[in-house]
């Protein structure tokens, strides 16, 4: 299963290549409520979350399962890391990169111990397994959230009811 999980990463490089390719320059920063994620923010957030989430977690399960992981703020960085004043193309590119260096790493890895697990302060133990098999939901959940955004965009862009293409739950149309 890990294989499987591992080769699905190294697919989604491709994909996470064509969402983040954009011909309107304005959508990089748009968002759809003040509150909410533009594209600029996700990219930032993948390339961060890939090396000192995820990577990171499933490598301190497989050799140091004993010791508690290094905090993380995912949220907190957005700001701290200044994700708004970041080259888009650049981020891009990092978070390309590092996702290659990421499968490699894990493929390079020599019978892993998934089973060992370390204490989550908010979710108590979790394996490395555990920890590998999120890293693709991750993934999942972005894909997920990069189409909503585009899917808004086009209805704000086009100024049109976008209902005869099918309803995106959660989402009412615009005012005519």
Not at 32 to 46: G, M, R, S, V
Not at 83 to 93: H, I, K, L, S, T
Not at 96 to 107: D, G
Not at 150 to 157: I, N, V, W
Request: charged fraction near 25%; hydrophobic fraction near 35%.
């Amino acid at each position: 299963m890990t294989a499987s999980i591992i080769r699905s990463l190294e697919h989604n490089h491709g994909i996470y290549k064509e969402l983040f390719s954009i011909s309107q320059h304005e959508f990089i920063r748009w968002k759809p409520a003040p509150e909410k994620w533009c594209l600029l923010e996700i990219i930032c957030h993948l390339y961060d979350e890939e090396r000192e989430d995820f990577k990171a977690r499933v490598n301190h399960a497989l050799k140091q399962p004993d010791k508690p992981p290094v905090p993380i703020d995912p949220q907190g960085w957005v700001t701290k890391r200044k994700y708004m004043a970041q080259d888009y193309a650049e981020m891009v590119d990092k978070f390309l990169k590092e996702r290659s260096s990421s499968v490699e790493w894990l493929r390079s890895l020599k019978s892993p111990e998934w089973q060992n697990e370390l204490y989550h302060p908010e979710l108590g133990k979790m394996s490395a397994k555990k920890f590998l098999v999120n890293w693709l939901a991750h993934d999942y959940l972005h894909f997920r959230q990069i189409n909503r955004l585009r899917y808004q965009f086009l209805q704000h862009t086009s100024g049109q009811d976008l209902s005869y293409a099918g309803k995106w739950p959660g989402l009412t149309p615009p005012p005519e």
